[in-house]
């Protein structure tokens, strides 16, 4: 596991399979996740990330997969092709749509509110 300063205190794990990963795909993976933090901005436990390669099959197809651990059920994307940052993008994109979704902008947006609120106020 590790930390990255961006990422604000989340586990993140990233799982190379069969290749071994360069400076460049670990920064890419580290500003998708950077990025998808602008869609919630409430508290992200763990970022799982699974890259794999599988030699034999047609051009060396690769696999990305990312889990989101965000409080609730976890929000979870995946996709293959032949190229590690086309495929990152649109495992971000597909994750930033579930987020959306499932926490909406009113939601961030009153969260900030809520999270201000003295609780010892309203006593």
């Not at 699974?50 to 060396?60: D, G, I, V």
């Not at 690769?62 to 965000?70: A, T």
Request: no cysteine.
């Amino acid at each position: 596991m590790q930390q990255d300063p961006n990422l604000d205190n989340v586990r993140l794990d990233i799982e190379a399979v069969g290749f071994t990963l360069d400076d460049d795909l670990k920064a890419s993976v580290l500003d998708a996740l950077t990025k998808l933090q602008r869609y919630y901005k409430g508290d992200v436990i763990t970022a799982d990330v699974y890259l794999k390669l599988e030699p034999n099959q047609r051009n060396n197809e690769k696999h990305v997969g990312i889990k989101y651990g965000v409080p609730g059920n976890d929000v979870f994307a995946d996709d293959s092709g032949d190229d590690w940052y086309g495929l990152l993008n649109t495992v971000a994109a597909k994750l930033q749509r579930q987020l959306e979704k499932r926490f909406g902008n009113h939601t961030n947006d009153n969260r900030a509110d809520l999270d201000e609120i003295d609780p010892a106020s309203l006593a």
